[in-house]
């Protein structure tokens, strides 16, 4: 599951995104991958491994909450 999000503000200039996914390694270990920075860039990314399944669902859930605080917008999913 790939969450994006987007962050544009014109009069601040800021153009950024910010991606989250769960993943799973060939090992079993539950993580998250995200990746952010200015829109056409590449960015930054970081990975981080937890124990369990639902502590990296919780994390995710709090990453995402607290960047639409920030003021992030969910981009809706793309389907074709």
Do not use: T
């Given at each position: 599951?790939?969450?994006d999000m987007k962050r544009v503000d014109p009069?601040?200039?800021m153009d950024r995104f910010y991606c989250v996914e769960l993943t799973k390694d060939l090992f079993?270990?539950?993580g998250?991958?995200?990746q952010w920075g200015r829109s056409g860039s590449w960015g930054r990314?970081?990975?981080d491994w937890f124990d369990t399944k639902q502590e990296a669902q919780r994390a995710m859930?709090?990453?995402i909450n607290d960047k639409v605080t920030r003021?992030?917008?969910i981009n809706p999913?793309?389907?074709e």
């Open positions: 599951m790939q969450i009069e601040l200039n079993g270990d539950h998250i991958h995200r990314i970081r990975n859930s709090k990453l003021g992030y917008a999913p793309f389907s």
